[in-house]
């Protein structure tokens, strides 16, 4: 654990680094280590999944796979239901399908390698490989789903759908991604828009290609 949490602040200090003074000066990017294999990220429609909600919930404390989420806490859920100022957010099947397609666009444009991506009526579950903080990659796919949702008129412009924030996971071993993609993917209950990336055993070449690309 204190290991991974080291690997985690040395990887923000990277990044940070690298937005200020360019990929050139960062000499520590020549260490692949500090440098993730993927983030596993997960974010809800807005008002869906609140904490402590019986049907379960994540906070930063209780976001891995595979462990035990929060416990119900109805006080705690009535609290946030008092400070919503819209109709909770749900998406069908049209929207779901949308919101897929603005994913894999925004990875393919920003140059990020989307590995599983599914989307559920009430959430979204990405895993996903970024030279950018993961804040950044959950921003722009909730900025790219919500403008397609908009061009298609399913909803009001000024629609809240989405969760201020979400769970932001560093995958730093092919364990942890396998892992990962298999929780996305299969154990999600029903499939509903479901994306997988076959070629993972590119990822760590691809990973190393692009950091080498980025220093020179």
């Known amino acids: 654990m204190r290991e991974r949490e080291n690997n985690d602040r040395r990887h923000r200090r990277l990044l940070t680094r690298a937005a200020r003074y360019g990929w050139r ?3 520590r990017a020549e260490n692949l280590e500090a440098i993730p294999l993927a983030y596993l990220l997960t974010f809800s429609c807005y008002g869906t999944r609140l904490h ?14 595979g462990t035990p989420p929060l416990s119900p806490n109805m006080q705690r859920v009535q609290a946030e239901q008092k400070r919503m ?10 929207r779901r399908d949308i919101a897929l397609r603005a994913i894999q666009e925004v990875c393919g444009y920003r140059g990020w390698s989307l590995l599983a991506a599914h989307v559920r009526s009430n959430h979204v579950h990405v895993v996903v490989h970024a030279l950018v903080q993961p804040e950044c990659v959950m921003n722009d796919l909730k900025s790219y789903a919500s403008r397609r949702l908009n061009e298609c008129g399913l909803d009001t412009p000024l629609r ?3 969760t201020r924030h979400g769970s932001t996971r560093y995958l730093w071993q092919p364990e942890q991604v396998e892992a990962a993609i298999r929780y996305v993917v299969y154990e999600q209950g029903k499939p509903m828009a479901v994306f997988e990336q076959k070629e993972r055993r590119l990822l760590e070449e691809n990973r190393a290609a692009t950091v080498r690309e980025r220093k020179h």
């Open 160 to 162: 809240k759908r989405w």
């Open 85 to 94: 100022r819209e109709p909770a957010y749900e998406m069908d099947a049209q």
């Open 52 to 65: 402590g909600d019986k049907s379960g919930s994540v906070d930063h404390a209780h976001n891995i796979p």
């Open 25 to 27: 000066k960062v000499r």
